[in-house]
């Protein structure tokens, strides 16, 4: 074993040990993300279901208990399609600010 390569396995430990910190650092960011998303669908759920509280189907093509029952289902539904496309931008505030919490930045 020569003198550089005693040396090479060191430099080769720390380039792993940053990458794996990276990484680490790359899923938190990619859960906080999931997590204010979530936030923000179920936050325009709640908004939506108040909405459409007041809302009534005519009564050939709507109404009764079963439109009651999957109303939350339906409003939870869009929600989450409004979050995907782009929501309404709570999630990006969220997101900044529980980075901020975990010592990380934007």
């Known amino acids: 074993m020569s003198a550089l390569s005693a040396l090479a396995a060191p430099i080769d430990?720390?380039?792993s040990a940053v990458g794996a910190t990276s990484a680490?650092?790359?899923?938190?960011?990619?859960?906080?993300?999931?997590?204010?998303?979530?936030f923000e669908a179920s936050f325009l759920s709640v908004m939506m279901q108040s909405m459409f509280q007041g809302v009534k189907a005519p009564e050939p093509f709507g109404g009764g208990q079963a439109e009651e029952q999957f109303r939350s289902l339906l409003t939870e539904a869009m929600a989450k399609?409004?979050?995907?496309?782009?929501?309404?931008?709570?999630?990006?505030?969220?997101q900044r600010e529980m980075l901020k919490l975990q010592g990380l930045k934007d």
């Open 81 to 94: 399609e409004v979050t995907q496309a782009g929501g309404v931008g709570l999630a990006s505030s969220v």
């Open 13 to 15: 430990t720390l380039s």
């Open 24 to 38: 680490k650092e790359l899923a938190k960011r990619g859960q906080i993300q999931a997590t204010a998303q979530k």
